[in-house]
């Protein structure tokens, strides 16, 4: 899972940034407006967090914008203003949540975690496969009510294939949601060790992860 913080307040934004990556998510940082636009223009995002105060342009404006273009990336507003009134404005303009300031982080990922999950396969708080159950939240997972012992990175591509079931997804949208800018020097083959490693830990299951020559990988029941 892949999201895009758009936050001038740094100490907020690194806060949600190593919050959210504990998790399992990654995530890319914009202090304005102008720079959220360029990390849109050449990356596909899950979710933003999007700040409403901004020193550019204020986030519903860039809100609406995107809305206008018929991006339908799900947003997640923060805001320090408590009138309903702007609240109901900012929804009525393409929000799919909001949050005020201040807030615990656990339910700003909650609140992510909900509105990835609407625009997945299944909707659940557990992706379940087979044998094979993962739980979003809390990055675990088991297979035949035994734990798999999963690396972080491991998790969140397990997650990410789960929430994609049968469907055959390319390295470079695995790789998008697993690394951020701030990982360049990770190369694209990071992701054949990752899939190679979840293999073997699933081996024997039911579970495999198949290999769609020149197309991807895809996670299924074995037949």
């Known amino acids: 899972m892949r999201i895009l913080i758009v936050e001038d307040a740094t100490d907020m934004a690194e806060a949600i940034a190593i919050r959210l990556g504990k998790a399992g998510m990654a995530c890319d940082m914009a202090e304005s407006c102008e720079a959220a636009e360029d990390f849109l223009a050449v990356q596909r995002y899950d979710a933003l967090v999007l700040d409403i105060n901004l ?4 986030g519903t ?14 947003v997640l507003m923060l805001t320090a203003l408590f009138s309903v009134d702007d609240r109901v404005s900012a929804l009525n303009l393409g929000a799919d949540d909001y949050l005020v300031k201040p807030f615990d982080y656990r339910e700003l990922e909650a609140r992510l975690r909900a509105l990835v999950r609407r625009e997945a396969e299944q909707k659940t708080d557990t992706l ?11 990055m675990t997972a088991d297979l035949s009510d035994t734990p798999l012992d999963l690396t972080r990175r491991e998790a969140a591509l397990l997650g990410l294939l789960l929430r994609n079931s049968g469907k055959t997804l390319n390295k470079e949208r695995l790789y998008d ?15 054949e060790l990752y899939i190679g490693r979840l293999r073997k830990k699933l081996a024997g299951s039911g579970v495999s992860i198949e290999t769609q020559r020149r197309l991807g990988y895809r996670i299924i029941l074995d037949e």
């Open 128 to 138: 379940t496969l087979g044998p094979l159950k993962f739980q979003p939240s809390t």
């Open 177 to 191: 949601g697993l690394f951020a800018f701030e990982n360049a020097d990770v190369g694209l083959n990071a992701i």
């Open 55 to 58: 020193p550019d342009r204020t």
């Open 61 to 74: 404006e860039l809100l609406a914008d995107l809305r206008a273009r018929g991006v339908r990336t799900p």
